[in-house]
C-alpha cells in the first residue's frame, strides 16, 4: 500500500494506474492517469489523460474523464464524462495539490510501473509502484534502499 504523500508523483509518473478505495465505506474507484507525448517532440509534455473506473458502474473498463494540464493545474472534462466523474477526477487533482485529502484511503498500484507501464518483477519495484531504472530517474540514485526511508510506502506492522 502506498503512502498517501507518493499520490502526487505516483498519479503523474506518466503511465500510472491506481485503485484508491476508502476503508470506512469499502468503495474504491480506479483511476489511469497517461501523461500525452509532444507531438512534434516525442517527449512527455505537461497534458495527462484521466480515465476512470467506478464500482457502482457496473463497467469493466475505464472511461475516459478528461484532461490534465500540469503546468496550469487545470482539469478540463471530456465530452461524456458524468457530473459524477468529473466531481471524483476534480477532487483527484485537489488530492495532487494536497496529498492529506487521501490520508485515510488505501492506495494500490497494479503490478505495473507508475512510469513506464512495464510488469514489476523486483521485489522492492513491487511493493513501491516503481521500476528500478524509473526510480532513480525519478527520486536519483538511492539504490532502492527501505522505501519507508523516502515516505514512499506506509511502515509495514
Known amino acids: 500500500m502506498l503512502n498517501h504523500t507518493t499520490f502526487p ?9 491506481l485503485t ?4 470506512a465505506t469499502g468503495q474504491w474507484i480506479k483511476v489511469k492517469m497517461k501523461r500525452r507525448k509532444d507531438r512534434e517532440t516525442g517527449k512527455p509534455g505537461n497534458c495527462y489523460f484521466l480515465s476512470l ?12 474523464v478528461g484532461a490534465y494540464f500540469a503546468d496550469s493545474g487545470r482539469f478540463k472534462p471530456g465530452r461524456d464524462a458524468s457530473a459524477r466523474e468529473v466531481q471524483i477526477a476534480e477532487f483527484l487533482i ?4 494536497n496529498p492529506q485529502l487521501l490520508q ?3 492506495i494500490e498500484h497494479c503490478g505495473k510501473c507508475f512510469a513506464c507501464g512495464r510488469t514489476l518483477t523486483v521485489p522492492e ?3 513501491s ?12 540514485d538511492l539504490s532502492l534502499r527501505p522505501l519507508a526511508e523516502f515516505g514512499l510506502l506506509d511502515p509495514i506492522g
Open 9 to 17: 508523483a505516483a498519479l503523474l509518473a506518466g503511465n500510472s494506474r
Open 20 to 23: 484508491i478505495t476508502n476503508p
Open 53 to 64: 473506473a467506478l464500482l457502482q458502474d457496473g463497467d469493466l473498463g475505464h472511461r475516459y
Open 94 to 97: 485537489r488530492a495532487v495539490r
Open 104 to 106: 485515510t484511503a488505501e
Open 125 to 127: 519495484s513491487i511493493r
Open 129 to 140: 509502484g516503481w521500476g528500478p531504472e524509473c526510480f532513480t530517474r525519478q527520486f536519483g
